[in-house]
């Protein structure tokens, strides 16, 4: 079964405190892994996408990697306007959900002055 | 703004009734999809639509049904509301029936 796993659930960090969001997914054949910041009672605002294991993208403070397993979103120097949802999610290539995204729970991240 | 649009923003009703929701996709994008986001199931997908046809169903119950219309907007049909059906639902948007999609901004349901 396909399935995506993020961890940790919260992060709490200071202003200017790098860390790194993880994302491991189980899938039959990898599409994509997509990345989504989703701020409270608003839709999901499209980050990334990856497609292959060591791909890398990056937009300002965020940086996303891809392993065959698992996927990373290192936040470097975050500001307390990083603070948001961010959803992972995946795209299966065989199998009758092809097309639709298998979101995880998110890992909400909150960023203080 | 992601370019797709959902009205109503907030929809509050009893038990037993029947609400539409509304979706208008990005200009030039084919495919439609429907989500539904609880507090304890984060986001789950229902359906999509491309080009009018249904693609592909997901964890929708037989008292939900959809469609997409030949001007591409869909329309989420909920009948028989329980209070398990409070959720946020949202619809997004891909030019294809693959690769990233662009969320709206939800439709807020809560059934008293």
């Known amino acids: 079964e396909d399935q995506v796993t993020q961890s940790p659930e919260a992060l709490r960090l200071q202003e200017g405190e790098s860390s790194s969001l993880n994302c491991s997914y189980t899938v039959s054949g990898l599409r994509g892994l997509f990345w989504y910041r989703q701020d409270p009672g608003k839709g999901p605002e499209f980050l990334f996408t990856l497609y292959s294991a060591g791909e890398e993208k990056e937009k300002e403070r965020l940086k996303a990697t891809l392993t065959k397993k698992e996927s990373f979103l290192h936040i470097t120097a975050p500001k307390p306007e990083d603070s948001a949802t961010y959803l992972c999610a995946v795209q299966a290539r065989y199998g009758g959900s092809q097309g639709n995204l298998i979101f995880g729970k998110g890992t909400k991240l909150s960023v203080k002055p | 703004d992601s370019g797709v649009t959902q009205t109503p923003k907030h929809l509050i009703t009893a038990t037993g009734q029947r609400v539409t929701l509304r979706c208008s996709p990005r200009?030039?994008?084919?495919?439609v999809y429907w989500y539904q986001q609880s507090l304890d199931q984060g986001l789950q997908f229902l359906i999509q639509?491309?080009?009018?046809?249904?693609?592909a169903k997901g964890n929708i119950l037989e008292r939900f049904s959809a469609q997409q219309f030949p001007d591409l907007h869909s329309e989420l049909n909920l009948s028989s509301l329980e209070l398990g059906d409070s959720a946020l639902y949202f619809c997004a948007s891909s030019v294809t029936g693959q690769g990233e999609q662009f969320f709206g901004p939800g439709t807020r349901l809560t059934v008293l």
């Open positions: 639509y491309y080009n009018g046809e249904e693609r």
């Open positions: 200009s030039g994008d084919l495919s």
